[in-house]
């Protein structure tokens, strides 16, 4: 492997780690003789070791010092307050037509009492503000049926109750959609922070600027993939790499093509190749980044109407987006480890 791969990987495998602690990640690197580079990684987070053996070593000493990066990434926050009020929905909206209304007054006070702002008016108007976010952004409205029109009864609407199906990890609930992707896959800082903007800017109701960034988050992911395959390619000798591979590459559509056609040669579950599972799950879900995913960016970011993108779009984009990271972070791990 290229010192470069090296040095690029193992920061920011660092930084995935900092993420576990919201703290300083410190990589440290030892000699060990029985390693394949004659090196051993350590990383700690917050003065507690966390994990070891990162992708094969680590850069070379520098000047006899342990070498270390320092970093903050973005983390999946707490349950914040949006989150708290749509589990309140949730929690009492009416499960049929004979159910109790939804009433604002109820859902408030839940909402306060969870998030400790009884005493506390600040946090009180901040409840109130994102409680009309809710309404701004078309979740939900005023009113019970035609004859009960008025605040303090409300209802859900179409996206309301799309929203709370799976109200956990809906895109609309930025908060629990970043801890589920956390917890089936790690991203690297850059992508992570386009995505976090996707997000809310979905949530917000800027469906074109979520698609940009959405599409932007996957196409990170996608590039980095190459970065991998490229090197472990090289490092094998089987230069030159693959029409389209190439790291001064920077067409993404090309790039993503060329990484079809070269996972595509290594399905099966022979020698060298990926297995059955890894080949499944690569024929079932990298379509959905050219297909879907690129789709909405490229309708978002190049204008040709008035509305490119709907809430719709952008919903199935985020929707699908943890299975294409799930994904080549697999492909990743098995081109670094496993391509010969």
Request: hydrophobic share 40%; aromatic share 8%; charged share 25%.
């Amino acid at each position: 492997m290229s010192e470069g791969w090296r040095e690029h990987h193992a920061h920011r495998q660092a930084l995935a780690v900092a993420g576990l602690d919201q703290g300083m990640a410190l990589l440290v690197r030892r000699p060990n003789p029985t390693a394949r580079d004659g090196w051993a990684s350590l990383v700690y987070c917050r003065d507690r070791r966390v994990t070891g053996g990162i992708w094969g070593g680590a850069p070379p000493i520098r000047r006899d010092r342990a070498w270390y990066h320092n970093s903050t990434v973005p983390q999946p926050p707490k349950p914040t307050i949006r989150e708290v009020l749509l589990a309140e929905i949730e929690a009492v909206r009416p499960k049929t037509q004979f159910g109790a209304p939804l009433y604002q007054k109820t859902v408030l006070e839940a909402a306060a009492g969870k998030l400790g702002a009884r005493q506390d008016q600040n946090l009180q108007q901040a409840i109130l503000t994102e409680w009309g976010e809710l309404f701004r952004t078309g979740l939900v409205a005023w009113g019970l049926n035609l004859s009960n029109p008025d605040p303090p009864f409300f209802h859900l609407t179409d996206r309301g109750r799309q929203a709370l199906k799976n109200w956990t990890r809906d895109p609309s609930n930025p908060d629990g959609y970043l801890r589920h992707l956390d917890s089936i896959t790690k991203l690297d800082v850059v992508a992570l922070s386009y995505l976090t903007e996707g997000l809310y800017c979905y949530a917000a109701g800027f469906f074109k600027a979520a698609a940009v960034m959405v599409g932007a988050a996957a196409e990170r992911i996608v590039l980095d993939l190459r970065d991998v395959t490229v090197d472990k390619l090289t490092s094998l000798g089987k230069v030159p790499v693959p029409r389209g591979l190439e790291l001064e590459e920077w067409k993404v559509k090309t790039v993503s093509d060329a990484l079809r056609r070269f996972f595509d040669s290594h399905k099966g579950n022979k020698q060298g190749q990926m297995g059955l599972e890894l080949s499944e799950a690569f024929d079932g879900y990298w379509p959905a980044f050219t297909l879907q995913i690129r789709a909405a960016r490229n309708d978002a970011g190049h204008p040709t109407s008035v509305e490119p993108v709907t809430s719709d779009t952008v919903h199935a984009s985020l929707l699908v987006f943890p299975e294409l990271a799930r994904l080549a972070d697999r492909l990743t791990r098995w081109a670094a480890d496993s391509l010969a």
